[in-house]
């Protein structure tokens, strides 16, 4: 019985083993595979390496005064479409439009993709988020593999190679929808303030985005971080301030300190530890913050201690009081 059993035991390693690898190897190939979209999206669509600024609708800009202030959102890799916002974060963009009247809204940026093509709208995928869109099915496999997906377009982002491609499609994107909420002012005396917000790998496309933006219209950005994942290469010359904002049992942001050599204490000389230097990046204790869910950032569940505070008023006291806001 004893040898039956080890036999059985060993037989069952042997197959999970065979399995983690089988699927080790598949995700190996996707992460190699992954950039084709974004470069023959490049190819057909991005200019070559041209950093001229994409046309605008003619009703999108205006030869008056535009608005003078944005507030761009980018959800974290667990968003598959430009829609799929958790309630939390629906309820975070309506707090800050009714904070800070003077600053525009702009939702529908998905940014795991170089065009905002949401994964339904990918025939490869469109079964799998078919599959994760059902209610109860958050965190079904299907949904699991469509946040793989996205990482894989994070880790596009930080990429010496196609980041440049991605970013600048990001970018596009970005300012496509500021002009369909607002109308842009295309010939605006003083700068446009840009508050680029961004929770998980949303943060690494904001930065990425925000050196294109600035070179096609004048602009002071200003980044926020909210558990953000990023390296220390795009974005921190183009920014006037980084604010990243971690939870005390938030243990993802991390990874970018682990993952990204640029950010890496020894690096001197990276945009990341130049920024940190001359405090253009500053990190901020938000709170008993989990990474997300109902304890995340925006999350609504009371927090222990204090039933009449929610996760999500910590976030919104400690952003409304930061010196980038217009007056009303």
Request: with cysteine.
């Amino acid at each position: 019985m004893k040898s039956l059993l080890q036999t059985l035991i060993a037989r069952s390693l042997g197959d999970t083993s065979k399995l983690l690898t089988a699927l080790g190897l598949f995700f190996l190939a996707w992460g190699t595979i992954s950039p084709i979209s974004t470069l023959s999206w490049w190819l057909r669509d991005g200019d070559g390496l041209a950093q001229q600024r994409p046309e605008l609708p003619a009703g999108s800009v205006t030869a008056g005064t535009g608005a003078r202030c944005y507030l761009v959102f980018l959800a974290g890799v667990g968003n598959v479409a430009d829609v799929d916002l958790d309630p939390g974060e629906d309820a975070f963009l309506n707090a800050m439009a009714t904070a800070v009247p003077g600053c525009v809204v702009v939702r529908g940026v998905f940014p795991y993709s170089a065009v905002s093509d949401n994964v339904g709208s990918q025939p490869f995928f469109r079964w799998l988020w078919q599959l994760s869109d059902r209610p109860g099915q958050e965190d079904n496999p299907a949904r699991l593999v469509l946040k793989i997906r996205n990482l894989w377009r994070l880790a596009l982002s930080a990429d010496d190679r196609y980041g440049q491609a991605y970013n600048r499609g990001a970018a596009a994107t970005i300012l496509e929808r500021m002009a369909e909420a607002e109308a842009i002012s295309l010939d605006a005396d003083e700068p446009i303030q840009l508050v680029l917000a961004g929770t998980s790998g949303g943060t690494q496309v904001a930065l990425g985005a925000a050196p294109y933006l600035h070179q096609w219209l004048p602009m002071d950005i200003t980044v926020l971080s909210f558990g953000g994942v990023f390296d220390g290469q795009e974005g921190f010359e183009a920014v006037d301030q980084v604010y990243h904002f971690h939870g005390d049992h938030d243990w993802i942001d991390n990874l970018g300190l682990v993952l990204f050599p640029s950010r890496w204490g020894w690096t001197v000389g990276s945009p990341y530890n130049q920024a940190l230097r001359v405090g253009k990046y500053e990190a901020i204790a938000s709170g008993p913050h989990d990474h997300d869910g109902d304890r995340g950032y925006f999350g609504q569940d009371p927090v222990e201690g204090n039933p009449t505070v929610t996760y999500l008023n910590l976030t919104l006291e400690r952003v409304n009081a930061l010196p980038i806001w217009p007056d009303p």
